[in-house]
C-alpha cells in the first residue's frame, strides 16, 4: 500500500501552509493552473486542514463552491459528532448561489446516516453545475457510493490529482478503515549516526526550531502521545502543545509506558519536576502500568502522601493488564489499550484513532521491533554524537526485549514516501511497502 507525495506535501499537509517562508521553495504543483480544477482543488485542500484534524476519528474534508471563478463560500468537517465540511459549505449558500456553482471536496460525500445526516442528499434539485471528487473514501460504507450518487444527478466528476496526499492528510482515518486497528505513529529527532540524546542524557535540542514546530503540529493531529517512563524521569517533558499559532489547537492525550510503577518512588525533586511539567493541571495523563504492581501500591496500607495524591488525582487514570502477561512488548501495550478502551472513552470524548510515540528509543525500538506502527517521522540533525546508550536496539542499557542480531539480507525495507528539509533537519516519512 506504499504510496509517494509530491514536493511540498508532508502527512501533516502542505508544508508552506505552516511554513509560509517556504512559499518559495514549495510553489503550488504545476499543474495547479488558475481557475482549472487541480487550482480548485488544491485550494480545498487547504481548507481542510484548517482544524488540524479536530475531526477525528472523521476524515478533515474541505469542501469549496466556486462560481464565476470566485469562491461562494467553504467548509471544513467540525469536530467529531458535528457538521461535515460540504454542510458548513452550505449553509453559508443560497439556492442562487449554488445554481451553475462548482464544487470540490477532498473526499466524497457520505451517503449514509450517522451522526449527521447524508450529505450526498445536499446535492439535490438545487441546479448545481458540477461536483469533483478529490478523493475515494476507505469507508466501506461509502467507498465510491458518495460519487456514483453524484454521477447519478448528472454533476458528479472525480479528479485524482491529490488523492495521494489526502489519504496521507487522513491517514488513520484510512488505516483504521482499511485495517480496523489503532493507528500507531513513531517520531524521533536523531544526530547522523542514528543517537537520539547523548551519553549523558542531554537531548535539547537535537532538532531545529522548525522540526519541533512541526512536531508540535503532528502532536494535534493525533489524539494521543506516548511516551516511556525513562524519558519522562529524564526529561520532564510538558507533553503539549507550543509554538504553534493555530486557531483550533488542542493538546493530546497523554500516555506514560510505566510497567513498573516508578512514578510512585519517584523522589521530591522528581516529584516537583512532574507536578510543574508533565502532571501540571488542566489535561488528562494516563499511566499504563504492570496490575500487580499498581495493586500493591493502592493496597499498601504504608502508602506516602504522594503516591496517595497520585491515586486520588482525578486527571490521572491507571491502566493495566489483565492476567499474567508482563507489559514488555509492544503487544502488551496495544492489548492493554484495547482492554481498558470504555475508560479512555470516556476521557478523550470520542473513540481513540490514533497515537504517536515519542520516545525513548526503548519504546520506539519495541514498536519498530514488533511492526507495529503505520508511519515513522524521523528528523535527522546535520551532526555526529557518537554515543551508544540512546540508539535504537541498543545493547548498553536493559531493553524491554532482547533483539537478535540483524542481517542486511533478512530485514524489511520500507518506503519513503515524503521528505523534505526543515531548517537544516532533514524530515523523513516513512511507511511500510
Wanted: with cysteine; charged share 20%; proline share 4%.
Amino acid at each position: 500500500m506504499s504510496f509517494s507525495l509530491k514536493k511540498g506535501f508532508t502527512f501533516g499537509g502542505w508544508l508552506p501552509h505552516l511554513f509560509p517562508n517556504m512559499e518559495n521553495i514549495y510553489p503550488p504543483p504545476e499543474a495547479c493552473i488558475s481557475h482549472s480544477d487541480e487550482y480548485w482543488l488544491f485550494h480545498t485542500f487547504l481548507e481542510s486542514m484548517k482544524n488540524a484534524s479536530i475531526s477525528n476519528p472523521n476524515p478533515s474534508v474541505g469542501c469549496l463552491i466556486v462560481k464565476n471563478n470566485n469562491i461562494i463560500s467553504n467548509g471544513c468537517t467540525e469536530s467529531w459528532g458535528n457538521k461535515h465540511a460540504e454542510r458548513v459549505a452550505f449553509q453559508n449558500a443560497s439556492d442562487d448561489d449554488l445554481e451553475n456553482s462548482s464544487i470540490y471536496i477532498t473526499l466524497e460525500p457520505c451517503t449514509h446516516q450517522g451522526r449527521q445526516p447524508p450529505c450526498s442528499d445536499l446535492f439535490k434539485n438545487k441546479n448545481i453545475g458540477k461536483v469533483v471528487v478529490g478523493c475515494i473514501d476507505p469507508n466501506p460504507v461509502v467507498s465510491n457510493q458518495g460519487i456514483q450518487s453524484l454521477i447519478n444527478l448528472g454533476i458528479g466528476q472525480s479528479n485524482f490529482f491529490l488523492s495521494n496526499e489526502i489519504k496521507a492528510w487522513n491517514y488513520p482515518f484510512f488505516i483504521q478503515q482499511q485495517k480496523n486497528k489503532l493507528f500507531i505513529a513513531l517520531k524521533w529527532a536523531q544526530s547522523l549516526d542514528g543517537c537520539l540524546a547523548d551519553d549523558n542524557n542531554g537531548w535539547q535540542w537535537i532538532s531545529g526550531e522548525q522540526s519541533r514546530t512541526y512536531a508540535h503540529w503532528l502532536r494535534q493531529k493525533y489524539d494521543a502521545i506516548m511516551v516511556g517512563i525513562g524519558t519522562i524521569l529524564n526529561d520532564f517533558p510538558s507533553l503539549d502543545i507550543r509554538n504553534l499559532n493555530h486557531i483550533n489547537k488542542r493538546n493530546p492525550l497523554k500516555i506514560i509506558y510505566d510497567p513498573e510503577g516508578k512514578l510512585f518512588s519517584c523522589n521530591e525533586e522528581q516529584q516537583q519536576k512532574l507536578l510543574q511539567k508533565t502532571l501540571q493541571k488542566g489535561s488528562h495523563k494516563i499511566f499504563i502500568i504492570d496490575k500487580n504492581i499498581f495493586e500493591s501500591y493502592r493496597n499498601s496500607k504504608k502508602i506516602s502522601h504522594w503516591q496517595k495524591n497520585l491515586l486520588e488525582n482525578s486527571e490521572i487514570e491507571f491502566i493495566t493488564n489483565k492476567g499474567q502477561n508482563k507489559l514488555h512488548t509492544a503487544e502488551s501495550i496495544l492489548e492493554c489499550l484495547n482492554d481498558n478502551n470504555s475508560k479512555i472513552l470516556n476521557i478523550l470524548g470520542r473513540p481513540l484513532q490514533s497515537i504517536m510515540i515519542e520516545g525513548g528509543h526503548r519504546l520506539l525500538s519495541s514498536f519498530i521491533q514488533e511492526n507495529h506502527f503505520d508511519i515513522m517521522h524521523i528528523f535527522t540533525a546535520p551532526f555526529f554524537l557518537g554515543g551508544e546508550k540512546h540508539k535504537l536496539f541498543s545493547k548498553t542499557k536493559r531493553s524491554y526485549q532482547n533483539y537478535s542480531i540483524k542481517e542486511v539480507k533478512n530485514e524489511i525495507r520500507y518506503h519513503i514516501a515524503a521528505q523534505a528539509l526543515l531548517g537544516e533537519d532533514n524530515l523523513l516519512e516513512i511507511i511500510k511497502k
